[in-house]
Structure formats: structure tokens, C-alpha cells
């Protein structure tokens, strides 16, 4: 089922499976939207209840005018789960949205009950980071999203997938038009602006999945071997084919782990 429901005064586009014992949250990425997840939740739904909504500043949702910070996109989370009628939930984030999830177990540990960052860090920008998402707000205000869909979305996946990922490809940067760009203005101002969750990961006392893909060309194989030494009560999926988009290209797999993590 879709609908829109009003959270924190912005409508934001929800879709539910209704149906499962347990029910798991997929929070999509930067310039993606949540259909970005539907044939990957194909493989998770016996079972499993499972909710995907458009983030503020994608797809469509509304936007905060100024900055969608991690800690907004939580709060509307938290609306929509509360109107879904649902306490408790495992919480999936695909890169941004694995900084949302974050954001999330920080502000409503009551309603989380298993955590997992999908090629997502807790690490803060660095100030390089922090320039490159300047030069992107620059660019979309000339009106050249185009230019950073071109960049960004083949390289979300391994170099020697893009060919076979090409509709994939042309999906996410379609759906991304349909942003409005002052939203995605606002979630780079709210990624550039997220604060450190290292410490708060340390002291994390719930079940925690960490996926990354070793061609991944955002997080380097060596920061998600760092990451993994650094929280070693973590369960770790490093998926040897994948890239930023392990659900897309390696989604058995990724699947079969994530079933796991949540029922078990």
C-alpha cells in the first residue's frame, strides 16, 4: 500500500507491505527515492513487514526549507511509524539514509530494535567532503543536476556492473528529476552539517549490521575495514561484487543477511 501522511508538517510518501511478524525499515539514499528498493524488498517480505518511504528533499516528499538534518528525517520516521501503529523496528539505511538510521537510534531507542547501515558510515564529512557537497549545491542552483546524476549514479556501482546495472542506472536518475532541488539542496546542507556518531556507536547495545561492498569508489575498502575492527560486536556482510548498491547488485545475497539479522 502508498499513501502520503503529514510528518512534522511536510507530506511524506510511505510505502507498506502491511503483512509480517517482523517489520524492517528501508531508508534509501542520497538522490535515490524508495522505489529504488522494490525489487529487493521482493526478496525479504515472507514474513517480514516491510515499510520504505521518500526522505524529505526526494522523490515525493516535501522538504524543510533551509536543511533536512539527520535528525528531522528521524523525527519523521518517527511520525510515520507511530501512525503505522508500529512500536518496534529494525532499521535499514542505504548510504544518507544509513546516517538517518543513526539519527534515529539516538533520538527513539524505544522504538529500534536492530540497527543496520548499508554502505553508510558513522563518520562525519571531512572537509573535502564538505567542499564537494558546496560545489554539488552550486551546480544544482545553475541548474545542472543532470551533470551530478551523470557522475553519481554510475558510480554507485562497481565498474565492471555498470553495463549489466544500466536500467538501474537510468531508474535512480530518473526518479531523481522528480526531487524537488531545493530539497536536495537541503539534505546536502544536512549531511554536510551531520555531527560524528562514532561515540554513540560505540556505546550502541543493540544488534548491528554493517554491509559494505569492496569496490565501493564512496567508502574505500580500508574505512570499512576500520569500521570493522572498531566495532567488532558488529555482524559484517562485505559483499566481494558490489560496489554503493549492494542490494542491487549482489541482492541474494544481501537479502539472505538481512532476513537473518531480522528474524533471528
Known sequence: MEYFKTCRNIPVYVSDSLNGAHTLVLLHGYLETNEVWA???SLLTNGIRIIAIDLPGHG???????????EFMADVLAEVLHHAKIEKATVAGHSMGGYAALAFAEKY??????LCL?????????????????????????????????????????????????????????????SDTQGII???????????????LAGFDKPLLLIFGKKDKYI?????????????????LMLENSGHAGFLEEPETSANKIREFVTG
Open 186 to 200: 537541503a539534505c546536502l546542507e544536512g549531511m554536510k552539517n551531520r555531527k560524528d556518531m562514532n561515540a554513540f
Open 118 to 178: 548499508f554502505h553508510s558510515t558513522p563518520n562525519p564529512d571531512t572537509d573535502e567532503k564538505k567542499q564537494n557537497r558546496d560545489r554539488e549545491i552550486a551546480l544544482i542552483r545553475e541548474n545542472r543536476l543532470a551533470s551530478i546524476l551523470n557522475i553519481n549514479i554510475p558510480n554507485m556501482f562497481a565498474t565492471e556492473n555498470r553495463k549489466r546495472m544500466d536500467d538501474c542506472i537510468v531508474m535512480i536518475s530518473e526518479n531523481a528529476t522528480v
Open 109 to 114: 531507542p524505544e522504538m529500534l530494535e536492530k
Open 60 to 70: 515525493l516528499s516535501g522538504t524543510n526549507s533551509n536543511e533536512n538534518s539527520m
Open 39 to 41: 525489487d529487493f524488498a
Open 220 to 236: 574505500a575498502e580500508n574505512v570499512a575495514k576500520e569500521l570493522v575492527e572498531k566495532f567488532p560486536e558488529a555482524d559484517v
